[in-house]
């Protein structure tokens, strides 16, 4: 393995607007998903988005593609992802894929990271304005630090603005009530949350000028209020 490994396949995903986010060898006898050669996976490597930094590499890429292609950035992420994971001899996967791989708890493993209240994970720098567009997969172990302890900032908050705002209230301690808030966000009410986004991530103050925009938020409110097939 190269001594800048690590540099190298950030490089790589620097082209397309992504970022590693963090990742961990496994524990000996834990059960993890196979690796590029169907021999179980010894480590993981995180990737995805601060802000929204790959938007304008996936627009460009949308621009080629078959004006209604289903789930575009899925398939874009897969693609970009997939082709840095053969050049550096690991296996892509995606958060879509099914069975779900567990994203969020790898993710906390990775970065030292909480849940929010929304259950979007708290980011330290980006707020709730990140996400996990894929992970790699290596059959060898990777040269990777354990996170540092990283302040909680929901923690500090003390008005919780995220858990007031949205009018059906889907965000609460007894979790997302998802479907009240896809009625909602459907409705004829919902029009600030699909030309703007989610009102309770919004509230959040942290990583304000990491905050997606309107653009892209919008995007992610269409898919998910999308009739699923
Ligand atoms: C299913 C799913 C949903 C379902 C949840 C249904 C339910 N009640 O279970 C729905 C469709 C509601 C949903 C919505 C959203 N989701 Co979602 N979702 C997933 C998905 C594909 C699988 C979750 C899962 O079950 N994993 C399997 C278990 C074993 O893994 P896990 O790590 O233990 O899973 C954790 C999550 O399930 C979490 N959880 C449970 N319920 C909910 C609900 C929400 C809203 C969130 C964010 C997390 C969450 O708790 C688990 C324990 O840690 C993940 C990707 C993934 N592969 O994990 C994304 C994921 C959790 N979602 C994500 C996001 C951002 C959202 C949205 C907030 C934004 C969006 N995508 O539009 C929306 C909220 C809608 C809104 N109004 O804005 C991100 C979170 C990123 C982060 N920074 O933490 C993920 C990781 C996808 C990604 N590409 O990064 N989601």
């Known amino acids: 393995m190269s001594p800048r490994f690590l ?7 620097a082209e397309h607007g992504l ?15 196979p690796g590029p050669s169907s021999v179980l996976a010894k480590s993981v490597l995180l990737v995805g988005q601060a802000g929204a930094a ?33 050049e550096f001899g690991a296996r892509a996967v995606s958060p879509s894929d099914k069975p779900w791989l567990p994203f ?18 708290m980011h330290p720098e980006y ?4 996400a996990y567009r894929g992970a790699l997969l290596f059959e060898i172990e990777i040269p990777i630090q354990e ?11 003390v008005g919780k603005p995220c858990m007031k705002s ?5 965000y609460s301690p007894d979790g997302f009530a998802y479907e009240a808030c896809l009625a909602h966000v459907r409705g004829s009410n919902g029009a600030p949350c699909r030309s703007g986004g989610c009102l309770d991530r919004n509230a959040c103050p942290y990583g304000a000028q990491y905050r997606y925009p309107a653009e892209v938020q919008a995007f992610h409110m269409a898919s998910f209020a999308r009739p699923k097939r």
């Open 7 to 13: 540099e190298d396949i950030s490089a790589a995903l």
């Open 19 to 33: 970022i590693q986010r963090g990742g961990f060898n496994f524990g000996d006898g834990e059960e993890t998903p």
């Open 54 to 86: 790959p938007w304008p590499h996936f627009r460009r890429w949308c621009g080629q593609q078959p004006a209604e292609l289903e789930n575009p950035l899925d398939t874009w992420s897969r693609e970009v992802i997939g082709q840095v994971a053969q």
């Open 104 to 121: 969020q708890q790898w993710a906390m493993r990775a970065e030292g990271l909480k849940p929010s209240p929304l259950g979007i994970l």
């Open 127 to 130: 707020g709730l304005w990140h």
């Open 147 to 157: 996170p540092r302890e990283s302040i909680h900032l929901c923690d500090a908050c």
């Open 166 to 170: 949205c009018p059906v209230e889907a």
